[in-house]
């Protein structure tokens, strides 16, 4: 197996651009959509979403989407921050108690079910991420891009084109190119993307063209909108 190029910053407390600033200008939050489908088995928090929604998701595309703006509006929330705050208390649940707002995750959660909304998983790209992914992958010039799992593991080369078959799901987590300009990477428990990129790379494609998020700033680390604000 050949050594990643990059890794997931090490502790939650590590700003993003001062873990990359060796090798990249910038680095973007790029959030995975919720989903919308009705008449889909419902969700329970600590489930996986089940194959056969995210089949049907990637088949219909954005139309399914929800963006996390639209969940706070929905949940009466004062912005996305809030999103990620209630959605780290799904799935492996691993936020701080002293940072926790259990109360926002289970009014978020109702408000989903009833209107047949699924969170994202955890540590993986939602099917509508990985179309745009694919979108993104071509713009910046790359016909091929190495795939890999959680850090690094697993390498192996996948099309930019086989992001934005339908048909099909990809097996990744963290991608990269051969000429190491931009770096994709989610941690096993978060909600989303960081999409790290050079100068070179940011003139050719910027991300939010292509994914809801925003650009980190000096002190974002993992507790953006958790409790120890930042970004």
């Known amino acids: 197996m050949e050594t990643a190029p990059f890794s997931y910053p090490g502790q939650d407390e590590t700003p993003y651009r001062q873990w990359f ?31 056969s929604v995210l089949k049907t998701a990637k088949t219909q595309g954005p139309s399914c989407g929800v963006s996390w703006q639209e969940i706070a509006d929905m949940c009466g929330f004062a912005s996305i921050r809030q999103v990620n705050r209630a959605l780290r208390l799904t799935g492996s649940k691993r936020l701080p108690p002293e940072f926790a707002c259990p109360e926002e995750t289970e009014h978020m959660l109702r408000a989903c079910a009833a209107r047949s909304i699924y969170p994202p998983d955890e540590g993986r790209a939602s099917p509508l991420l990985e179309l745009s992914m694919g979108a993104f992958v071509q713009a910046l010039g790359h016909q091929e891009v190495v795939a890999a799992g959680h850090w690094g593991v697993s390498q192996s080369r996948l099309p930019a084109h086989d992001l934005l078959d339908k048909s099909q799901e990809c097996d990744w987590v963290e991608l990269w190119p051969a000429d190491l300009s931009f770096y994709c990477t989610i941690y096993t428990d978060y909600h989303y993307y960081l999409i790290c990129q050079t100068s070179s790379s940011l003139q050719k494609a910027r991300p939010e063209a292509y994914f809801e998020g925003f650009y980190a700033e000096e002190d974002t680390c993992d507790f953006w909108g958790i409790g120890r604000l930042s970004g």
């Open 21 to 51: 600033a060796r090798d990249f200008q910038s680095v973007f939050v790029a959030l995975n959509p919720f989903l919308r489908l009705p008449g889909h088995p419902p969700w329970k928090n600590g489930d996986w979403i089940p194959e």
